[in-house]
């Protein structure tokens, strides 16, 4: 496995105790190296793709959704799922009819969001081209796209909108993406 490496000195490759050939110890890194992984939710200027499964009731209705409608190039398959390239991220769906839809919403500046959802952050410019080749679509949205928390610190455009098996997604967009986890 691949890991980060966010300290000034050499990767390391483990931060628990191990030994080596033959029972010998192996050289183990010091505790600001293993600290330093720790922090794997903080960003260099590159950041790593997610991956993301998801469930939906028709691998047929995904591709034509994410392929088609989204624009997202396809990966690997096989009968029950399917990868996609999703702005440089893999989502992979997944033939899992019981386990589709979203059941819950939570308030957000007035708008009731899908508590589970996901999406991505896009330039302002991408994300008015997804909002108009979206509304020419007719694609219904659940939210509309539209600017929240206008005026203040976070600012940001976004829209929601459900997949064929009730998977929601949000793209959103900054105007400063350094306001992005801005309090």
Known sequence: MHRL??????????????QGEAGRPTPQPNRTDCESLSIMSESTAVLPPFHLAFPVHSIASAREFYGDLLGCS?????EDWVDFNFY??????????????????????????????????????????????????GLQFIIEPHIRFKGEVGEQATMFFLD????????????NIASLFAK
């Open 5 to 18: 490496h966010l300290s000034g000195g050499p990767p390391r490759t483990d931060c628990r105790d191990s």
């Open 88 to 137: 440089g991220h893999q989502i992979v769906a997944h033939l899992a009819p019981e386990e589709c839809g979203h059941r819950k919403t939570s308030a957000v500046d007035g708008d009731a969001v899908p508590v589970r959802h996901f999406g991505v952050v896009l330039s302002m410019a991408q994300w008015e081209a997804a909002a108009d080749k979206l509304k020419a679509a």
């Open 164 to 175: 064929p098996s009730g998977n929601a997604l949000e793209l959103k967009a900054f105007a």
């Open 74 to 78: 396809e990966g690997r398959s096989a």
